[in-house]
């Protein structure tokens, strides 16, 4: 007598037929990929104010069946989609928010805002929920044939560009349950990495300083004023001289925040809002020490008081060895998207506008990387905090055009264009069939636990930035949105009248500028 779940592992079709089945269904599901994209591109929204890109996703996660909590961790646009019951877990994480000033016209190869100085996607995240939605919804499909165990589960990066929610998420516990994340960020190339990946990354906090003075007429009785401007400008000239003393590792930056009213009145309140970057916990809690005494010493010079408020921090992703392998396959068996003439033509002529190498689009996929020996640091990803947690890795899907400056309207201008769908597409296929490998071989999330307890945190033990009184920067963006928000909604793409956004907006694919 057999068990009949014995039985039915035995004729369960092998996990190769339904990787094969998973990117035939994505491929079925290229429309509501190319919507999604569409839509999102259209949106625009900034970090924490993603209202309506969250209200369209949950929404077609609900409509199929997810069950969705919103409003996690206290965060309007946070929420976590859940299908299926028991182990494994798996979560895929992925980017909503945009940048600002980086509206621009898709399929334009040169500055031509949609909306001048409106918000836009100028890196690229709109693409993100298109590919781990359509993977989602393919998953989905195959383990109610195949009456598969597991859970899948979906959760956005709110406020990415912020670094300021992903420390919270593993506060609250979010990840507690979790086996494996799969997270996916848009990128020129199809490459995964594992370890400190190509030692690109950096982690930070980020920081914001108030001053606190005193006002008076700045010319009739300056004497009786304090300013607290003159303590952000003496914070950042002392932050200027003390960084040639800092590590070659290290990335600092700042903005003012605010300077004052006007200037015959001494200003009684300034703010200035610093990014504090480096490779490790120690090393960025020593420069966030530091920046700290600099701010007291600049009151002390000034006789003016400070607060400061933490509004986004972020651990150096660390990406797990075994799961990199295992999606590295994935991405190979997959392969490039087939690039047309017009997506070519479209790559270099942006290329040659901004001035970057010439190259078109990429071919070919490359091999897994070593990790790099001696990492130099560079940008940062709150989803470092969640690597630290749970075994993860970052899935990079080709649907941008490469040798772009990221973080500028040249990010946005392939990111409503087939660049943008085919990439997508591809980039859900290997989503799905990278959470099948895990669903369906239980040791193999096993080797994934055995490297992340055994070598990524066999020393290193995660620490929070957090302190407990630190919250999520909720309000931030808000005003810039609202601003926006008329202007923007005129351009929301319409799925029911136009077969793409480029169609609604009336562009020629590619439109680049005439030869001279
Ligand atoms: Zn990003």
């Known amino acids: 007598m057999l068990l009949p779940s014995v039985l039915f592992a035995q004729q369960a079709p092998a996990l190769t037929a339904l990787k094969q089945e998973a990117a035939a269904e994505v491929d079925g599901l290229q429309a509501l990929t190319q919507q999604m994209v569409d839509q999102i591109f259209s949106f625009s929204e900034l970090g924490f104010q993603e209202v309506e890109t969250s209200r369209y996703v949950t929404g077609i996660l609900e409509k199929n069946g997810f069950h969705v909590e919103h409003g996690v961790t206290g965060i309007p646009t946070a929420w976590v989609a859940t299908y299926g ?40 995240h709109n693409s993100g929920m298109a590919v781990n939605v359509t993977a989602a919804l393919v998953l989905k499909k195959l383990m109610d044939k195949n009456h598969l165990a597991g859970t899948i589960r979906l959760l956005p990066g709110v406020g990415e560009e912020l670094v300021g929610t992903k420390a919270f998420y593993v506060r609250a516990g979010l990840f507690k349950d979790t086996d ?24 930070l906090v980020s920081v914001q300083y108030f001053f606190h003075g005193k006002s008076a007429h700045a010319a009739a009785r300056p004497w009786e004023g304090r300013s607290a ?15 040639e003393h800092l590590r070659l590792q290290q990335r600092s930056h700042y903005i003012v925040l605010n300077g004052g009213d006007q200037p015959n009145v001494v200003p009684s309140e300034a703010a200035v809002w610093y990014y504090f970057r480096e490779l490790d916990y120690p090393h960025i809690k020593e420069l966030y020490a530091l920046g700290n005494t600099m701010a007291q010493a600049a009151t002390m010079m000034t006789g003016t008081t400070v607060d400061h408020k933490l509004v986004g921090s972020a ?15 994935n ?20 290329q040659k506008e901004i001035g970057a190498k010439v190259e078109g689009m990429k071919e070919k996929v490359e091999p897994l990387a070593e990790p790099a020996k001696d990492p130099a640091g560079g940008g940062s990803d709150d989803v470092g905090d969640i690597s630290w947690n749970v075994p993860m890795v970052y899935l990079m899907y080709p649907a941008n ?86 202007a923007l909604k005129k351009f929301y793409y319409d799925p029911m009248h136009y077969k793409t956004y480029l169609e609604q907006l009336g562009i020629q694919y590619p439109t680049i500028k005439a030869a001279p």
């Open 315 to 329: 651990w150096p992703p660390f990406f797990n060895k075994v799961i990199a392998e295992t999606q590295q396959k």
């Open 401 to 486: 055009i490469p040798n772009l400056p990221g973080h500028s309207w040249a990010n946005g201008v392939a990111m409503a264009t087939p660049i943008a769908h085919k990439g997508s597409t591809s980039g859900a296929k290997v989503q799905a069939m990278t959470a099948l490998d895990f669903l369906l071989q239980p040791e193999l999330v096993k080797q994934a636990w055995d490297y992340f307890r055994d070598v990524q945190t066999k020393e290193i033990h995660y620490e929070t930035f957090l302190a407990p009184e630190d919250q999520p920067a909720i309000e931030m963006n808000k005003e810039k949105m609202e601003k926006f928000a008329p």
């Open 229 to 243: 401007l003159d303590a952000v400008s003496l914070m950042n000239a002392g932050w200027e001289f003390r960084r």
């Open 331 to 350: 991405i190979e068996s997959v392969g490039m998207p087939k690039w047309s003439d017009a997506d070519q033509t479209l790559a270099k002529a942006l």
């Open 85 to 124: 019951s028991g182990k494994p877990v798996i979560a895929f994480i992925t980017d909503l928010d945009c940048i600002p000033r980086a509206s621009q016209k898709p399929g334009v190869a040169y500055h031509a805002p949609i909306i001048e100085g409106a918000p836009g996607h100028g890196e690229g």
């Open 180 to 203: 494996i994340v799969l997270g996916a960020h848009v990128s020129h190339q199809f490459a995964t990495t594992y370890a400190t990946g190509e030692g690109i990354w950096s982690g």
